[in-house]
T-cell receptor, first 109, second 117 residues
Framework: GQSLEQPSEVTAVEGAIVQINCTYQ??????LSWYQQHDGGAPTFLSY????GLEETGRFSSFLSRSDSYGYLLLQELQMKDSASYFC??????????FGKGTMLLVSP | EAGVTQFPSHSVIEKGQTVTLRCDPI?????LYWYRRVMGKEIKFLLH????????ESGMPNNRFLAERTGGTYSTLKVQPAELEDSGVYFC???????????????FGEGSRLTVL
């Protein structure tokens, strides 16, 4: 089976940097995705890592270590609008994404 | 380009009744997925269509749930009869086939919130 662990909640202030960790156990692994969800709306895709290392997209970066079954999402220069839930998700099998329980990020002024 | 659309956005029914949720994926997307999120829990996979065929339905909780995708376009998810534990937000997502797109990228709809009383 699949299991993913990520913190339930993280708090930070505007302008800060925050890292959301994700560890996973899967029976098959192709890559790790990250999604953002505002107020129960549609989850939106942020990034995908298939290989070890850091991928940077603007203020957001995502890291993967396949040997450690570990990844993280790094958010820099935090803004109030970044307050949302963030989900890591493992791609395994044929295009099936398994999601974690999500991390609620609260950004305060 | 229109995104993934779901209908209804919110449905309130009584235990034992039937509800049918509809999803229209992005045009041209062969892959269509149904997920469910119960308050505070993970976004749980239900099933995956490739065109009109069920590729993986391992997440369907029981035989009260029936999903169809006739003609490989829109999909419906029927819950009959509904139970209290079926309450949650049902998300539909779509993605391109193997010919294109980022492997781990799904395009989600806004979800259908189901409340069973």
């Amino acid at each position: 089976g699949q299991s993913l662990e990520q913190p339930s909640e993280v708090t930070a202030v505007e302008g800060a940097i925050v890292q959301i960790n994700c560890t996973y156990q899967t029976s098959g692994f192709y890559g790790l995705s990250w999604y953002q969800q505002h107020d129960g709306g549609a989850p939106t895709f942020l990034s995908y890592n298939a290989l070890d290392g850091l991928e940077e997209t603007g203020r957001f970066s995502s890291f993967l270590s396949r040997s450690d079954s570990y990844g993280y999402l790094l958010l820099q220069e935090l803004q109030m609008k970044d307050s949302a839930s963030y989900f890591c998700a493992v791609l395994s099998g044929y295009s099936t994404l398994t999601f974690g329980k999500g991390t609620m990020l609260l950004v305060s002024p | 380009e229109a995104g993934v659309t779901q209908f209804p956005s919110h449905s309130v029914i009584e235990k034992g009744q039937t509800v049918t949720l509809r999803c229209d994926p992005i045009s041209g997307h062969d892959n269509l997925y149904w997920y469910r999120r119960v308050m505070g829990k993970e976004i749980k996979f239900l099933l995956h269509f490739v065109k009109e065929s069920k590729q993986d339905e391992s997440g369907m909780p029981n035989n009260r749930f029936l999903a169809e995708r006739t003609g490989g376009t829109y999909s419906t998810l029927k819950v009959q009869p509904a139970e209290l534990e079926d309450s949650g937000v049902y998300f539909c997502a779509s993605s391109q086939g193997t010919a294109g797109g980022i492997p781990g990228e799904l395009f989600f709809g806004e979800g259908s919130r189901l409340t069973v009383l």
